[in-house]
């Protein structure tokens, strides 16, 4: 099994670097692998698909548990092309709450995991992780979207089935965003 090339590129495969780099860089829980993690996650995807199979890839390479997670918060919460984006979308205010509220996070989480987390937990993590199977996050990726009804747009739009504001039996799924209708699930 080799590296996964997303994360070879992440960390240090432009200059050639082993699969070493990754335990070497982030394979510890320490306050500079977690700093190093989510700085290659604010560097990398904001996607957060990406960034949950980029994380699972860190730790099955040898990437401690917790940095693999540093790098996850940190590659949805503090992706500079984001924060641009709340910027000229929502406003400053935002922007500033994402990027302080991000390395809040990992600290809480890291302080959380040193407490709570044990090795037998990890360990059964790590399993899993090996066996590649597709998370609940990266399923979502694969869910059809198509529209399966005949009309215009504007006729789905506006028909009982097509509103969120009259949810039927078969679309309304408690869901606090109105009806929201999930196949397979």
């Avoid at 698909?49 to 919460?77: C, H, K, P, Q, W």
């Avoid at 597709?134 to 504007?154: F, I, K, N, T, Y």
């Amino acid at each position: 099994m080799g590296i996964d090339p997303r994360v070879h590129r992440c960390v240090g495969g432009a200059s050639g670097g082993p699969p070493a780099t990754v335990v070497r860089l982030l394979g510890s829980d320490s306050p500079r692998a977690l700093l190093i993690a989510s700085g290659f996650g604010a560097a990398s995807s904001s996607c957060s698909y990406a960034a949950v199979a980029l994380a699972r890839s860190l730790f099955r390479e040898g990437a401690n548990f917790t940095a693999a997670m540093a790098f996850d918060i940190a590659s949805i919460n503090l992706v500079i092309e984001m924060g641009m984006i709340l910027a000229l979308l929502l406003g400053w205010q935002l922007t500033v709450a994402e990027f302080v509220g991000g390395p809040i996070m990992i600290v809480v989480l890291a302080v959380l995991f040193r407490l709570l987390l044990r090795a037998k937990l990890v360990r059964a993590a790590h399993q899993q992780a090996e066996k590649g199977l597709a998370g609940s996050m990266e399923g979502h990726a694969a869910m059809d979207m198509s529209v399966q009804r005949e009309g215009s747009l504007w006729q789905r739009l506006s028909s009982r089935k097509g509103s969120p504001r009259y949810p039927t039996s078969s679309s309304w799924n408690g869901s606090p965003c109105g009806a929201i209708s999930s196949p397979g699930y």
